[in-house]
């Protein structure tokens, strides 16, 4: 078992109301993976935009076989060391996010010493309040970016995304942000800060301009990172620093978004 949806379709983790596809339909991931996003649609957690931008990632993640690919892991050790050899990393989150991984958030910044900052593209108090209970469900203590009141702002940018907390996306050096919107990443590339982004979407502007970007969906690269950090952890002190600078000083995107632009063009003319 590679991803976290084999795990909740295999172990029934998430009870979802009125869920009646039998885990042998050829599409049953995906289309219970539908059904958690309109569950955290129902629920406050998602807009409506988030569930067309879910339509547009499936799209994507059909074209990639709906696997994450040996190219996508190469990029998941990156981030992870990259990550874990830093000062002040912050995983910045939103409705989707919460909706299909909150467990695995939680889980991973955990082991990273990470912060959480909710951050919101269509900002409401009551989604952001939503969406920290929910990771409060799942154990989190800490989570900025709710209830700002003190806030501090991303230059040159216009939505609301351009609102941070002063010790969380400010202040830190690597920032972690899963479904985002080009915008954002590239601002906050302009500030010097290091940017993970996870995307199906290998041509996106978020893709490009990122440090690193993990093209896979994030309900299976975040339960492989969280893995993965556990076993970078895992290797004796003394070697450990050299071991994720390796994976750092390795990887190139461009090059990396390339091969899975390529997985993409393979993928079409098989179907
Ligand atoms: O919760 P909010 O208010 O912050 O709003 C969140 C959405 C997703 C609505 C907002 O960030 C948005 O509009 O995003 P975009 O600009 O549509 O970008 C979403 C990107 O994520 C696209 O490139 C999609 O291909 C990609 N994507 C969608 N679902 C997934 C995904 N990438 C990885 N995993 C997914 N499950």
Same mark, same amino acid.
């Given at each position: !078992?590679?991803?976290?949806?084999?795990?909740?379709?295999?172990?029934?983790?998430?009870?979802?109301?009125?869920?009646?596809?039998?885990?042998?339909?050829?599409?049953?991931?995906?289309?219970?993976v539908?059904k958690?996003?309109?569950?955290?649609?129902?629920?406050?957690?998602?807009?409506?935009?988030?569930?067309?931008?879910?339509?547009?990632?499936e799209?994507?993640?059909?074209?990639l076989?709906?696997?994450?690919?040996?190219?996508?892991?190469? *990029?998941?050790?990156? #981030?992870?060391?990259?990550?874990?050899?830093?000062?002040?990393?912050?995983?910045?989150?939103?409705?989707?996010?919460? *909706?299909?991984?909150?467990?695995?958030?939680?889980?991973l910044?955990?082991?990273?010493?990470?912060?959480?900052?909710?951050?919101?593209?269509?900002?409401?108090?009551?989604?952001?309040?939503?969406?920290?209970?929910?990771?409060?469900?799942?154990?989190?203590?800490?989570?900025?970016?709710?209830?700002?009141t003190?806030?501090?702002?991303?230059?040159?940018l216009?939505?609301?995304?351009?609102?941070?907390?002063?010790?969380?996306?400010?202040? #830190?050096?690597?920032?972690?942000?899963?479904?985002?919107?080009?915008?954002?990443?590239? *601002?906050?590339?302009?500030?010097?800060?290091?940017?993970? *982004?996870?995307?199906?979407?290998?041509?996106?502007?978020?893709?490009?301009?990122?440090?690193?970007?993990?093209?896979?969906?994030?309900?299976?690269?975040?339960?492989? !990172?969280?893995?993965?950090?556990?076993?970078?952890?895992?290797?004796?002190?003394?070697?450990?620093?050299?071991?994720?600078?390796?994976?750092?000083?390795?990887?190139d995107?461009?090059?990396?978004?390339?091969?899975?632009?390529?997985? !993409?063009?393979?993928?079409?003319?098989?179907k």
């Open positions: !078992m590679d991803s976290g949806i084999y795990d909740i379709l295999d172990r029934r983790e998430l009870n979802l109301p009125n869920f009646h596809i039998p885990t042998t339909h050829p599409r049953a991931r995906s289309l219970f539908r958690m996003l309109v569950e955290g649609y129902k629920r406050g957690l998602v807009v409506p935009e988030g569930l067309i931008a879910h339509g547009r990632g799209a994507f993640d059909y074209l076989g709906e696997a994450t690919s040996s190219i996508a892991r190469v *990029a998941i050790k990156a #981030a992870s060391s990259t990550l874990m050899l830093s000062r002040c990393p912050v995983i910045s989150v939103n409705g989707n996010l919460v *909706a299909l991984c909150a467990k695995a958030i939680v889980e910044s955990q082991l990273l010493g990470a912060k959480i900052e909710v951050n919101l593209f269509y900002r409401t108090n009551e989604r952001e309040q939503l969406i920290r209970k929910e990771l409060r469900n799942f154990g989190a203590t800490e989570i900025l970016g709710t209830s700002l003190q806030d501090s702002i991303i230059p040159e216009q939505s609301e995304r351009r609102r941070v907390d002063p010790n969380g996306i400010m202040r #830190a050096d690597t920032v972690l942000v899963p479904l985002e919107d080009g915008d954002r990443t590239e *601002a906050l590339v302009k500030m010097g800060k290091t940017v993970v *982004a996870i995307d199906l979407n290998p041509m996106s502007r978020t893709a490009r301009s990122a440090d690193i970007t993990i093209v896979d969906n994030v309900i299976r690269t975040l339960p492989i !990172m969280v893995a993965m950090v556990k076993k970078l952890k895992g290797i004796r002190l003394r070697y450990r620093e050299k071991v994720l600078r390796k994976a750092v000083w390795q990887f995107n461009r090059t990396n978004l390339l091969k899975s632009e390529s997985i !993409m063009r393979g993928n079409l003319v098989r």
